[in-house]
């Protein structure tokens, strides 16, 4: 096993300091703390500046509905705020007043952590300071700074590309950058980045640092999204032969390697098999979840609330162990016994009726005879009348197990990682490039190199089909990993995804058996406008610019 030391960065009272302070304010020493002249002269403390910087790349534990794929037919999401931050979304009710709440105000944390990056650069410009040592928090800088405009760029499309600090008086009439005029910086920064940062295999490496391979890896990622039918509208080959090559790079990287099986590929989520991890944030007591992941993913019966919980969508998407559908013929599926033979990640990625859980076994059945005898639930039902909170369990009869952390109490869970980068998705999307250029034996290698660590068996599919396959087998490898949201859109495939209810089952126990009856709907106000392809640019934002920012088309 990887025995890389996993440590997430430690953050210095400096952290929150500069975040977005006019010069004149920051040019006085006050009577206690650190001003801006402390912080740019002393190395130790404009390393912990650096440091405070990674805060800026958000993470979803930190909140109920911040799982993305909560805004898919992944997942349904129940509680408090998904009325404003998923459902405005799932229901096509965004307005350019309110898309905020869906990014969880993401322009104005990302141009934030931008700010302090660009003022590093301008005040380190003439530093006095060791000269390796800024190469090094210069390299890290860049790498955020591209980071946080690639966040900007899935969301919202193009954007302001700002590389200046504004004073408070000062004019902010920008406009926005073009698509490739982004990516192109991205690129930049990233092989920029590259030339100065150590890497991974270096002592002492720590996985939530920027590195050469987490630089490379976001290169990597961002060339697959602007050669995607959302982006690339002339449908530019050449465009998928640069993402092609850039995640064969990091396919190829020494210091990683591919989780060898079903138990290390759900390890990874609790935070204790590292060798796929490139890029990763990493929580302490100190540096935290807020309340936890557990809180939102673990059953009711566990203390969890059932926030993010898996479609019946989703689960029809796992194979059987003989590399076929539930639905498709031959497959032996039978919908009464129907989690036995499945691919090997569904039990490390879903809670179902029967699954072991925290030593006891997850039940979301109600009895037969309900509601004559609604006390004879399982303790996982929402029919359930005793202390096991029924309003918090799921209402799609399922639960993930993905990143819950089953060692830990319902509202602690703040030892696992959130993993940016990890190297099967730059087979997946090694793969995908692929198949846009039809070199289809090379796209199943990749592909197949994912499925054999499960032992499922080889795809032989070529052209659209290969798609499609392709499709399905990144959409069960990267479930709850923050990428079905970002792919439905750049996919273009929103229609055929989100304009449909999400479904669940309905598991009821008869004497020793159960009864398993689909098409329960946990939410029918499921709709699409193309509009969702790009959330809309916050209003606010076109006010401060005097209008010379543009909004996105249909707000």
């Keep these: 096993m990887n025995t890389r030391k996993i440590v997430y960065i430690a953050v210095a009272a400096v952290s929150g300091l500069l975040w977005a302070c006019s010069d004149d304010i920051l040019d006085k020493k006050p009577l206690n703390g650190y001003s801006e002249v402390d912080v740019f002269a002393d190395e130790a403390l404009l390393r912990d500046y650096v440091n405070g910087t990674y805060r800026s790349i958000r993470f979803p534990f930190d909140d109920e509905n911040s799982l993305t794929d909560g805004l898919t037919d992944n997942a349904y999401n129940q509680h408090g705020s998904a009325e404003s931050t998923i459902k405005i979304y799932t229901r096509a009710e965004v307005s350019q007043d309110d898309g905020e709440g869906v990014t969880r105000n993401l322009w104005t944390q990302a141009y934030a952590g931008i700010r302090r990056v660009n003022l590093f650069f301008e005040k380190t410009q003439d530093s006095d300071l060791d000269a390796e040592a800024l190469k090094t928090l210069g390299g890290q800088m860049q790498f955020l700074r591209?980071?946080?405009?690639?966040?900007?760029?899935?969301?919202?499309?193009?954007?302001?590309?700002?590389?200046?600090?504004?004073?408070?008086?000062?004019?902010?009439?920008?406009?926005?950058?073009?698509?490739?005029?982004?990516?192109?910086?991205?690129?930049?920064?990233?092989?920029?980045?590259?030339?100065?940062?150590?890497?991974?295999?270096?002592?002492?490496?720590?996985?939530?640092?920027?590195?050469?391979?987490?630089?490379?890896?976001?290169?990597?990622?961002?060339?697959?999204?602007?050669?995607?039918?959302?982006?690339?509208?002339?449908?530019?080959?050449?465009?998928?032969?640069?993402?092609?090559?850039?995640?064969?790079?990091?396919?190829?990287?020494?210091?990683?390697?591919?989780?060898?099986?079903?138990?290390?590929?759900?390890?990874?989520?609790?935070?204790?098999?590292?060798?796929?991890?490139?890029?990763?944030?990493?929580?302490?007591?100190?540096?935290?979840?807020?309340?936890?992941?557990?809180?939102?993913?673990?059953?009711?019966?566990?203390?969890?609330?059932?926030?993010?919980?898996?479609?019946?969508?989703?689960?029809?998407?796992?194979?059987?162990?003989?590399?076929?559908?539930?639905?498709?013929?031959?497959?032996?599926?039978?919908?009464?016994?129907?989690?036995v033979n499945r691919d090997p990640r569904f039990y490390e990625t879903i809670l179902y009726n029967g699954a072991s859980f925290k030593g006891g076994v997850y039940s979301p059945y109600r009895d037969k005879t309900y509601p004559d005898s609604s006390l004879l639930a399982g303790k996982d039902s929402r029919f359930t009348i005793s202390t096991n909170s029924p309003h918090n369990a799921s209402k799609t009869g399922y639960n993930f197990r993905k990143w819950s952390q089953e060692s830990e109490a319902w509202d602690a869970g703040n030892k696992g990682p959130w993993i940016i980068f990890r190297l099967s998705e730059f087979y997946l999307n090694y793969a995908e490039a692929q198949i846009e250029l039809e070199n289809y034996d090379e796209a199943r290698n990749a592909i197949n190199a994912i499925r054999s660590r499960f032992g499922m068996p080889d795809v032989t599919e070529s052209g659209d089909e290969l798609k499609e396959r392709y499709r399905r087998e990144r959409r069960i490898e990267l479930a709850l990993e923050d990428h079905r949201f970002f792919d439905i859109r750049r996919w273009k495939i929103g229609p055929e995804s989100l304009d449909k209810p999400a479904l669940g089952v309905d598991v009821y126990k008869a004497g020793a058996s159960f009864d398993y009856i689909y098409g329960m709907v946990a939410d029918n106000t499921r709709k699409w406008d193309d509009k969702m392809y790009f959330l809309p640019i916050p209003a606010t934002e076109i006010q401060r610019s005097n209008n010379s920012l543009t909004q996105n088309s249909g707000y």
Excluded: H
């Design 146 to 339: 591209a980071y946080l405009y690639f966040d900007l760029l899935r969301w919202y499309g193009s954007v302001p590309l700002i590389t200046k600090t504004y004073g408070l008086n000062e004019s902010y009439e920008v406009t926005r950058a073009s698509y490739d005029e982004i990516v192109n910086f991205i690129v930049t920064e990233c092989n920029d980045a590259i030339t100065k940062l150590p890497s991974m295999t270096d002592a002492g490496y720590s996985s939530g640092v920027a590195s050469v391979e987490a630089a490379m890896a976001l290169k990597a990622r961002t060339l697959l999204y602007a050669a995607s039918a959302l982006y690339n509208t002339s449908a530019d080959d050449s465009k998928w032969t640069a993402a092609r090559d850039a995640n064969k790079a990091v396919m190829d990287l020494a210091g990683v390697s591919l989780a060898g099986n079903a138990t290390q590929y759900g390890a990874m989520f609790r935070g204790t098999n590292a060798n796929e991890v490139i890029f990763a944030r990493y929580f302490t007591q100190t540096n935290n979840q807020g309340w936890g992941v557990n809180v939102w993913l673990f059953p009711n019966s566990n203390g969890g609330w059932a926030t993010t919980t898996p479609t019946q969508n989703l689960v029809d998407d796992y194979e059987l162990t003989n590399g076929l559908l539930p639905s498709e013929a031959g497959s032996g599926y039978n919908d009464q016994n129907p989690y």
